[in-house]
T-cell receptor, first 115, second 115 residues
Framework: DGGITQSPKYLFRKEGQNVTLSCEQN?????MYWYRQDPGQGLRLIYY???????QKGDIAEGYSVSREKKESFPLTVTSAQKNPTAFYLC??????????????FGPGTRLTVL | AQSVTQLDSQVPVFEEAPVELRCNYS??????LFWYVQYPNQGLQLLLK??????LVKGINGFEAEFNKSQTSFHLRKPSVHISDKAEYFC?????????????FGAGTRLFVKA
């Protein structure tokens, strides 16, 4: 089955630690995205990537970093510089450059809690 | 910049009653419009999308939405709600003129279904 996997499902971190969230897709999609979800605020875009070895900041990139070394993988690192990292993190992917084919497909999410 | 407003943060409804979840967007140009559903602790799933053509769009699980360009609205409806429809619903918009791949999400509407 094609889809997006995120791991781990739950993650606990001590203050001051960096942590990396995994996102893998086997849909052969060009674009990948990371969102942060907080109650009552919907989804906010952290980073996105249209192609391997290239990515752009979204609306709330401060305190986060990403890499895109392979088409199917887009890991997100939450650094100690992120002041309030406790949230639900969603990874998504989509096709590019086809009219209408731009709906996003989402992974199951990772819930990060800072202790 | 585009924005999406979901007019109700929570909507309570009795089982088998009709429901409408309201969404307005801010754009005077052509847009792609989407409704996604999120069940607790899961990622988002696409319910339906409007790209062009007929203004009435039918989706999965008996949902439909109507695109109204003059009112810049894309309200989601279901004639008879089931207990399993209890979830959070997100309206989203993307701009075809910028590649259509970056999507702006509303804050979400939580649907509560009462037996």
């Amino acid at each position: 089955d094609g889809g997006i996997t995120q791991s781990p499902k739950y993650l606990f971190r001590k203050e001051g630690q960096n942590v990396t969230l995994s996102c893998e897709q086997n849909l052969n999609h060009d674009a990948m995205y990371w969102y942060r979800q907080d109650p009552g605020q919907g989804l906010r875009l952290i980073y996105y990537s249209q192609i391997v070895n290239d990515f752009q900041k979204g609306d709330i990139a401060e305190g986060y970093s990403v890499s895109r070394e392979k088409k199917e993988s887009f890991p997100l690192t939450v650094t100690s510089a992120q002041k309030n990292p406790t949230a639900f993190y969603l990874c998504a992917s989509s096709i590019l450059h086809r009219v209408g084919a731009n709906e996003q497909f989402f992974g199951p999410g990772t819930r990060l809690t800072v202790l | 910049a585009q924005s999406v407003t979901q007019l109700d943060s929570q909507v309570p409804v009795f089982e088998e009653a009709p429901v409408e979840l309201r969404c307005n967007y801010s754009s005077s140009v052509s847009v792609y419009l989407f409704w996604y559903v999120q069940y607790p602790n899961q990622g988002l799933q696409l319910l339906l999308k409007y790209l062009s053509g007929s203004t009435l769009v039918k989706g999965i699980n008996g949902f439909e939405a109507e695109f109204n360009k003059s009112q810049t609205s894309f309200h989601l409806r279901k004639p008879s709600v089931h207990i399993s429809d209890k979830a959070e619903y997100f309206c989203a918009v993307s701009d075809p003129n910028t590649g259509g791949f970056k999507t702006i999400f509303g804050a979400g509407t939580r649907l509560f279904v009462k037996a």
